[in-house]
């Protein structure tokens, strides 16, 4: 299964975006660069997925940035 962009909404401070995966669906919230950006959605999807497990990569290990959602 690869990596599905599921939503993407803009907000006040960037976009937030809902990736399903593998894993499950994952929430990442402020990005600043997702729009039109289709293409970075694999590597955004590891990395969060890496910052639930405990690993940490610049700002998506900030609280609340990151959530892992229910199915």
């Known amino acids: 299964m690869g990596i599905r962009l599921k939503t993407l909404t803009q907000t006040a401070t960037g976009y937030t975006c809902e ?4 894993m499950g669906c994952i ?3 402020d990005l600043v660069w997702m729009e039109d950006r289709e293409d970075l959605k694999d ?3 590891s990395q969060a997925w890496a910052v639930l ?4 990569h610049c700002c998506l290990s ?9 199915q």
């Open 43 to 45: 590597i955004l999807y």
């Open 19 to 22: 990736l399903e995966g593998a």
């Open 53 to 56: 497990q405990g690993s940490f």
């Open 27 to 29: 929430l990442v919230q």
């Open 62 to 70: 900030l609280p609340g940035k990151v959530q892992l959602l229910t």
